[in-house]
Nanobody, 120 residues
């Protein structure tokens, strides 16, 4: 059984910062790529940032220079540091991870999401 749980969302003023965390737990053999996605009403879920096992990162153009993704493999946790937040960053943020439950069995997992609201 594998579970992802996000934390750190909330209400923040434009220009402020938030740090999201996502901890994976359960039957984990190895975690490959981890990432953050976000979704607003009426739109499809979109990529925010990803980080693979060697540590290479990828960001959406809209968050480059403002957001930083990182991971702590000892804690099975991925983070998203969000700075200079804008109202358009308002969304439900979801954690995603590609996880091996054994050396030959893997799955794609999602957390339940955490709300981020930026007001001006």
């Amino acid at each position: 059984q594998v579970q992802l749980v996000e934390s750190g969302g909330g209400l923040v003023q434009a220009g402020g910062s938030l740090r999201l965390s996502c901890a994976a737990s359960g039957n984990i053999f190895r975690i490959n790529t981890m990432g953050w996605y976000r979704q607003v009403p009426g739109k499809q879920r979109e990529l925010v940032a990803t980080i693979n096992s060697p540590g290479s990162t990828n960001y959406a153009d809209s968050v480059k220079g403002r957001f930083t993704i990182s991971r702590d493999d000892a804690k099975n946790t991925v983070y998203l540091q969000m700075n200079t937040l804008k109202p358009e960053d308002t969304a439900v943020y979801y954690c995603n991870a590609e996880i091996y439950r054994s050396p030959i069995r893997k799955g794609d997992y999602w957390g339940p999401g955490t709300q981020v609201t930026v007001f001006s």
